[in-house]
């Protein structure tokens, strides 16, 4: 059987603070750090206090972001009879899809306004993602939501969710979590741990889009897909079709890092925060060591 935990960590007098908010906050909390670093890491792409900066974008975006997206992807219709009810939040109901676009408007307008590099701030950013994937997906598991399809007898950690009915299902929260989060989590944190990779704008970028599309489809087997959706032509999913575009996006990002000259030292400009420029660009005296 499901455990049931309650949605609700706890109260502060009239107001209730539930799992999946306290969720957003920790990844917030946890990523802030890792992104300040790895933007400090040679070639240099800002300060700690441009990422700190960037934080009430990054917020902005998702919520937004997201939680438009849900409503024009997945339940276009039913919001457009009844629009207040786009801003009834607290009863669910964000895309990830569309919080993914509304972190990248955030990230295109900041660095505009910044006059940082798009590709390399956007590739510190998107590494330290997954962390709110895994924290969301595993609030979405305390909230008994976005469950599994149902599950073949016998399968281990197959479980009955109360509000899907009495057929065992897979736990598919929690796969996301460990493939969307942690498997793509550590991926990502490894490849930016090498220069070369850092000193490709796009590449991480490209990296993390690909790893989440093919990591999202491949959930979307064992999920069930939402019921004023249904399954698609082909069975497929409308989680799958949104994963395509962004597995598209995210090759083309890696084929276009990989065929430019890498980014290996650090230019600043009047006005600019941080920029970058081509080594073969530099003259000598520009050159960072290696780490």
């Known amino acids: 059987m499901f455990p049931a935990i309650d949605p609700v960590a706890f109260h502060l007098g009239?107001?209730?603070v539930r799992w999946y908010a306290l969720a957003y906050i920790?990844?917030?909390i946890i990523a802030l750090p890792i992104a300040r670093r790895l933007c400090a890491l040679r070639p240099i792409v800002a300060?700690?206090?441009t990422?700190?900066?960037f934080l009430f974008y990054a917020v902005l975006g998702v919520l937004l972001g997201g939680r438009l997206g849900y409503v024009l992807f997945y339940r276009p219709l039913f919001y457009l009879s009844h629009p207040l009810a786009i801003l009834e939040t607290w009863k669910g109901g964000m895309s990830f899809h569309g919080g993914a676009l509304g972190v990248i408007l955030a990230l295109a307008f900041y660095c505009y306004r910044r006059k940082l590099s798009f590709l390399g701030f956007s590739d510190r950013i998107t590494v330290v993602i997954p962390i709110g994937l895994a924290l969301?997906?595993?609030a979405n598991f305390i909230n008994g939501e976005l469950w599994g399809r149902p599950a073949p007898a016998g399968w281990p950690g197959a479980m009955i969710f109360p509000a899907a009915g009495p057929m065992p299902r897979f736990p598919s929260e929690l796969y996301e979590a460990a493939t969307e989060g942690v498997l793509l989590l550590?991926?990502?944190l490894v490849?930016?741990?090498f220069q070369a990779v850092r000193a490709r704008p796009g590449l991480l970028s490209g990296l993390f889009l690909t790893g989440y599309a093919c990591a999202r489809a491949f959930c979307e087997l064992f999920r069930e897909p939402d019921a004023n959706i249904g399954y698609l032509a082909g069975g497929v999913t409308m989680g799958q079709v949104l994963c395509l575009p962004m597995a598209l996006a995210g090759a083309a990002l890696v084929v276009h890092a990989l065929m430019?000259?890498?980014?290996?030292t650090l230019f600043m400009s009047p006005g600019a925060e941080v920029g970058f420029v081509p080594e073969s660009a530099a003259g000598p005296e520009s050159e960072t060591d290696s780490e």
């Open 260 to 264: 430019r000259p890498p980014v290996m």
């Open 47 to 49: 300060g700690p206090r």
């Open 51 to 53: 990422v700190d900066d």
């Open 186 to 188: 550590g991926g990502l």
């Open 26 to 28: 920790t990844a917030f």
């Open 14 to 16: 009239p107001f209730s």
């Open 136 to 138: 969301g997906r595993c």
């Open 191 to 193: 490849a930016a741990s």
